[in-house]
């Protein structure tokens, strides 16, 4: 009895470290023209974020912090130099509820209690334009012809990323028998994008998350599937707001 206890002990070892197959892809070679936004008066912390001045012309466009858009955005076409604009209404004076701005004037929080609000911010002819919710996203950029700017779609609307250069690490608890990078099909009518998500907020466990998002050519996104994939036990207590 104690030899079969201990060849079922080394089956449940072995199946344990073998971890899921892996299938990667290579990363597109994507990039966004940043440089009309290094010197408008939003000055970098020591992380690299840039806090705009009240008296800058991107504060008065509606952004309190200006980072880098993803490179992996650079796909979008017209290929505008762009920047993430984040409003904090928290932060304004003027701002009478900074719970209730309306969702048509944001793509999405990821300050969670705080609100820190996703716009983006492009530079057209020389001049800043503020676009503040995807009816404006697809008026300047759609249609969607090929599998880069539906990549770029993707990351823009629907609060995903990419990931690419994929291996197992043993610190993660691993809920699939397969992992696979972010990849583009093309479908009936636009493309399927395979992406990612974790759960930041909230108490643990916090999991990572395959995220499969449908991008039509006019521009429409929607998420399809999302499926758990792992998540790292050591973050299972945390409980974070």
């Known amino acids: 009895m ?17 971890g899921p197959k892996i299938i990667n892809h290579p990363e597109p070679e994507l990039k966004v023209d940043f440089t009309p936004f290094e010197s408008v008066g ?10 705009c001045n009240p008296d800058s012309a991107l504060y008065t466009l509606g952004c309190d912090r200006l980072e880098k858009a993803p490179d992996l ?27 209730d701005t309306p969702g048509s004037e944001y793509f999405f929080n990821i300050g969670g209690p705080m609100p820190m609000l996703v716009r983006y911010v492009i ?3 020389g001049e800043f ?25 993707a990351i ?15 610190k993660y608890r691993y809920t699939v028998s ?3 990078d972010t990849y583009v099909d093309t479908t009936e009518g636009g493309y399927i994008v395979h992406a990612f998500d974790y759960q930041f907020f909230g108490c ?7 995220v499969d998002v449908k991008v039509k050519s006019d521009g429409n996104v929607a998420e399809l599937t999302r499926t758990k994939i792992y998540r790292n036990p050591a973050l299972d207590d945390l409980c974070q707001d």
């Open 2 to 18: 104690k030899s079969k206890n201990r060849i079922v002990l080394l089956i449940v070892i072995l199946t344990a470290g073998c």
């Open 129 to 153: 334009r503020l676009v503040k919710n995807t009816d404006e996203f697809r008026a300047v950029f759609t249609p969607v012809e090929s599998a880069d700017e539906a990549l770029s779609f």
């Open 73 to 99: 955005m650079g796909g979008l076409d017209p290929a505008y130099p762009m920047a993430v604009c984040i409003y904090v209404p928290m932060q304004r004076p003027e701002v009478a509820n900074p719970y």
């Open 42 to 51: 939003c000055q970098p912390d020591e992380y690299g974020t840039l806090f």
């Open 178 to 180: 397969a992992l696979e």
């Open 204 to 210: 643990g466990p916090h999991y990572y998350y395959a």
């Open 123 to 125: 530079a057209v002819e």
């Open 156 to 170: 823009s609307l629907a609060n995903v990323y990419a990931l690419y250069g994929l291996k197992v690490d043993w």
